[in-house]
């Protein structure tokens, strides 16, 4: 392993054991002793009752550290909460080979959240929606009175757009209120505000409000990621073309766009989770962001630089917070924000859109030269030795034999089993 003082660029780092592990990331993000035994806990159960009903327990899944990202020239570990194997792997091989070329460059907009206020049962929809604006300031001050700290901050309620829909039931109007939300998510912020308005947009319309409620298709809240993979590094300018082919389909046809899309996912839920932000809000806005044109396509676009280098770009909503939300009370969820070492929700969106960035180009390169099946056997013939009762030692052996043999099976890791007992 090659530690470069405070550089994430790590090589044999899954050669280490876990303790091992542990110590580089304590080094590299400044955590404490406590901090580090965290690794190794469960969610205390007082904490787990506190934030769902009805608990029972907690479920546990994988939490890796992602290699090798430079974004905005700083260096990050990237903590990943997920089940999958290979994915950890294939971001940080992605990071490196972006490494070459400078790494990833991001840019994020203000972190602007829409809540929706449906408006119906109008006499005249176009009269209600001049009176709506006519009031826009009054309204933007009532809803900025909701959170005076959010204000104080210099987020709040920011604009007002009113927009006329028609329905099977008629006409009806959806207001949207824009918040600056600055480092929450915004959930709680913006639905609070949009219910605060409802009795004035009801008397300012001599209309009935129904729903009030943020929007997960957060398309002003939105981060880009950019890198350039080095075309001698991945294989020449064929494996670029290979690429381009591969990429190409996403683009036109949805069945692959939807599995093109989840590669770029595997990445960002990982993160998500790991940072204790809401998955579903991100998945719900990637998925309408990437249908925007109408058509459901690619969230990302790849082309050839001048020198014929593999160029890729990732768009997407992401509303993501560093305060309030489980990420608050998650004690994990805390450390993987120190371990990343973010300031503003902001750094963390932009950290994001790179891992997610990462994560599809590594998908597609395997998918375009080897195959996605090499990089997920040798995990796969692990865990099914392991449900055949390997143990030990006797994991690798007998998946490494049915990885010889092109043969993982269950059967057949029995029947290795019991020739090496
Ligand atoms: C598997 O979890 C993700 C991939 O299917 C993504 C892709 O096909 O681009 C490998």
Do not use: W
Not at 277 to 298: L, W
Not at 375 to 390: D, E, Q, R, T
């Amino acid at each position: 392993m090659t530690d470069k003082g405070k550089s994430s660029q790590v090589s044999g780092f899954y050669k280490l054991p876990i303790g091992k592990r542990v110590e580089f990331v304590k080094n590299f993000s400044g955590l404490n002793e406590e901090e580090t035994k965290l690794f190794s806990s469960c969610l205390d159960m007082d904490i787990a009752d506190r934030m769902i009903e009805n608990v029972l327990g907690t479920f546990e899944i994988p939490l890796g550290i992602a290699v090798n990202f430079l974004i905005n020239g700083k260096e990050y570990l990237i903590p990943m909460a997920i089940e999958e194997s290979s994915v950890v792997a294939a971001a940080s091989n992605a990071a490196k080979i972006a490494r070459i070329k400078g790494g990833f460059k991001t840019e994020c907009t203000d972190p602007l959240m829409i809540g929706q206020i449906q408006i119906l049962h109008m006499k005249d929809v176009a009269e209600a929606a001049q009176k709506i604006l006519a009031k826009k300031k009054e309204i933007l001050q009532l809803a900025n009175e909701q959170d005076k700290i959010l204000v104080k901050f210099g987020g709040g309620a920011k604009d007002l757009e009113v927009r006329i829909l028609d329905s099977p039931l008629g006409k009806m109007i959806v207001t949207h209120l824009i918040v600056d939300v600055r480092d929450a998510m915004g959930a709680n912020a913006v639905n609070t505000m949009c219910e605060a308005l409802a009795p004035l947009l009801e008397e300012l319309t001599g209309s009935k409000v129904r729903l009030k409620i943020l929007s997960n298709l957060a398309d002003k809240r939105i981060v880009k990621a950019k890198a350039v993979f080095d075309k001698e590094r991945i294989g020449g300018e064929s494996v670029v073309d290979a690429f381009l082919e591969s990429y190409n389909l996403a683009t036109i046809d949805p069945y692959r766009a939807a599995t093109h899309n989840k590669g770029i996912m595997n990445g960002i839920d990982a993160l998500i989770i790991a940072t204790g932000n809401d998955f579903r809000a991100i998945e719900a806005g990637a998925h309408a962001y990437a249908s925007r044109s109408g058509q459901y396509t690619s969230l990302s676009l790849y082309y050839k630089d001048k020198n014929g280098n593999l160029v890729g770009e990732l768009e997407l909503p992401m509303a993501v917070g560093i305060i309030g939300g489980a990420g608050n009370i998650h004690p994990k969820a805390k450390l993987c924000k120190k371990i990343l070492g973010i300031k503003t929700a902001k750094e963390l969106a932009e950290i994001v859109a790179s891992l997610g960035l990462a994560q599809n180009f590594a998908a597609v390169f395997a998918l375009s030269t080897v195959g996605i099946q090499k990089g997920h056997m040798s995990l796969h013939a692990k865990n099914i030795a392991v449900m055949a009762g390997a143990k030990g030692d006797e994991i690798d052996k007998v998946a490494s034999q049915m990885v010889k043999e092109g043969k993982i099976k269950l059967e057949r890791a029995e029947e290795i089993l019991k020739e090496i007992r």
